[in-house]
């Protein structure tokens, strides 16, 4: 018995969407926020710091902070941001060169989905019901429209926006996950560039987040080949992706194992520690944190499972859901699920939920179409008036609480950006404008609502909130303190160790002032990190000693709890 394809679509519904439209709006998605500007705390600057450190100490197959071995995720940010910074960090600088590697990681996460969704969107059981006098879109058209959805519909997500602009293992990872995606979509037809990119894609994936980027990689394609279909015909050519995957891995894993034990062990320890069995308090809040990471492709991804539940095992719904379910699964065996496994679920989503587009009714769609107006139309004004807030004060209540985070903020005005700021409102107003005036027909036409109006709400967030971030998230002001106070205090054979600094605090100080901190138990000089609060209570180390001098205290003005203080303590005290 043939079964009825549920997606319904005209030629119409695939107008090509203009390549200069699709291709701007993922530029200005991506280069809004990523440079000009300071690295944030924990894991942006984080990334750069293990950059630096391997330019400065040779620390390549290891990733360091300084002195702190970084034994967690993967060597390969390191690797390409430090290559970005040894390259072109004489001509555009440290911390603009170190952010190029984002853009390779979009181009891959883009690209893949995007052709990855164009391939199985031109086989014959992802094709739309044929018209009883035709009309219905070519295969190539047809799979070139949901290809476009696609893309778009992973620009809108909303969760992985920040994480774009990070030199974090985050974006990395999404890209290396994206290319499993293609390389499934790819072996039906070209099996041995298939292979050889499934087995270079899972490699780059463990060599970026360790276990945690490689398990759901591996599970998903295993998963990807179980059913009889495309994908089953080519199972022979699996050993060959497996065969390359090992060879990469190992090419790190055994020169990285003779250089330290310790760091090896330490990253075998945190590894085995991301995982656990599954608690109620922690799924249920991970699902919950779901709900808004992944808006507004999961409700799209429902409709799509449900529209096509005769064909769950198809080449066009099947490699992606099968990336998805793993990643999903894991989710509930972490012991504290956050971004970076939330985020192995946008790409598989993304794909699926444009497979459910050409199934949904023409008044839902317009419905979800008002939604994306009226959601990214309060987002942008919201952003509009807490920087009137900021400027002038009013409305108060929301200038009191932005005050509040950013005690001692003096808040510039860059005409330039107010500028560009006004531009891109006026440019989302046309896009209303047009959506609603000229009535196209192109099924893409929401997910280009969605997206541009998040890129939008970014830009302006960028240009008009820029200098409000960077003060309160950056450690340049104290770190330049510090810097001082050091220079003005440490005699000659003198060391400072660290007590009690966390990843990013260590990162920040290298990264600006190149300051490094040991574990030497024979310094004499103690940068302590600890709260406020601890010091009230008197229950911060070294706090009733009278052998131990504070030389000084500080931190950011925009983070009141958090204090460093400097002190200098007796030789061999711990």
């Given amino acids: 018995m043939t079964r009825s394809t549920p997606a319904r679509l005209t030629e119409l519904g695939a107008t090509k969407l203009p390549r200069l439209a699709l291709i701007g709006l993922a530029l200005a998605y991506v280069v809004a926020g990523l440079f000009m500007r300071d690295p944030w705390k924990t894991d ?3 990334g750069l710091a293990t950059m630096m450190t391997a330019l400065r100490e040779g620390a390549w197959l290891q990733p360091q902070i300084g002195h702190l071995a970084y034994a967690q995720d993967g060597p390969m940010i390191t690797w390409v941001g430090a290559v970005a910074i040894k390259l072109f960090g004489p001509l555009l600088g440290e911390f603009t060169a170190s952010r190029l590697p984002n853009l390779l990681w979009f181009a891959m996460s883009a690209g893949s989905v995007w052709y990855g969704t164009y391939l199985v969107g031109r086989r014959a059981e992802a094709q739309p019901l044929a018209l009883p006098f035709g009309g219905e879109p070519p295969p190539r058209a047809y799979g070139r429209m949901l290809a476009d959805a ?11 926006l920040q994480h774009m602009h990070e030199t974090s293992a985050l974006p990395a990872v999404m890209a290396w996950q994206a290319l499993v995606f293609y390389a499934l979509t790819r072996i039906p037809d070209k099996p041995f560039t298939g292979a050889l990119t499934l087995g270079a894609a899972i490699a780059g994936s463990f060599l970026t987040r360790g276990w945690p980027g ?9 998963l990807a080949f179980m059913p009889p279909g495309a994908l089953r015909k080519r199972l022979g ?6 065969l390359v995957a090992v060879a990469l891995i190992l090419a790190w894993w055994i020169p990285a194992t003779h250089q330290s034990s310790y760091w090896i062990r330490s990253w075998k320890s945190w590894n085995l520690g991301f995982y656990a069995w599954p608690e109620f308090n922690h799924s249920g809040r991970a699902l919950r944190d779901l709900a808004w990471f992944l808006w507004p492709t999961w409700p799209l991804v429902l409709v799509a499972v449900w529209q096509w539940r005769n064909w769950l095992f198809a080449a066009h719904i099947w490699p992606a859901l099968a990336l998805l379910i793993c990643a999903l699964l894991q989710l509930f065996f ?10 192995m679920l946008a790409v598989p989503c993304a794909s699926l939920a444009a497979m459910s587009l050409p199934t949904l009714r023409r008044g839902v769609i317009n419905t979800l179409d008002w939604f994306a107006v009226m959601c990214f139309s309060l987002t942008a004004i919201t952003a509009w008036l807490a920087w009137v807030a900021v400027l002038f004060g009013v409305p108060t209540g929301i200038s009191h609480n932005i005050a509040r985070h950013t005690a001692g903020y003096v808040p510039p005005i860059s005409w330039i950006a107010l500028l560009l700021a006004a531009g891109i409102t006026a440019a989302w107003i046309a896009l209303i404008v047009w959506r609603f005036r000229a009535q196209p027909t192109a099924l893409w036409r929401g997910t280009i609502l969605s997206a541009s109006g998040l890129a939008a709400t970014w830009g302006l967030l ?3 909130w820029q200098p409000v971030v960077n003060y309160a998230r950056s450690y340049r002001t104290a770190s330049a303190e510090l810097a001082a106070v050091l220079k003005a205090n440490v005699k000659p054979g003198e060391c400072v160790r660290g007590d009690g600094l966390g990843a990013g605090q260590r990162a920040s100080f290298l990264v600006f002032q190149n300051l490094n901190f040991p574990y030497d138990p024979a310094c004499t000089l103690v940068l302590q990190q600890t709260t406020r609060q601890a010091l009230a209570r008197g229950t911060a180390d070294y706090t009733h000693d009278n052998n131990v001098q504070e030389i000084w205290r500080g931190g950011r003005r925009a983070d009141p709890n958090e204090i460093f203080r400097l002190l200098r303590v007796p030789s061999g005290y711990q």
């Fill in 44 to 46: 942006d600057v984080v």
């Fill in 150 to 160: 696609a893309l778009l519909l992973l620009l809108a997500t909303v969760g992985i």
């Fill in 214 to 222: 490689g398990i759901p990689m591996m599970a998903g394609a295993l």
């Fill in 237 to 242: 050519w699996l050993p060959l992706a497996a």
């Fill in 334 to 343: 972490v012991a504290d699920p956050d971004d970076g496994v939330y985020i």
């Fill in 462 to 464: 960028v240009l008009l």
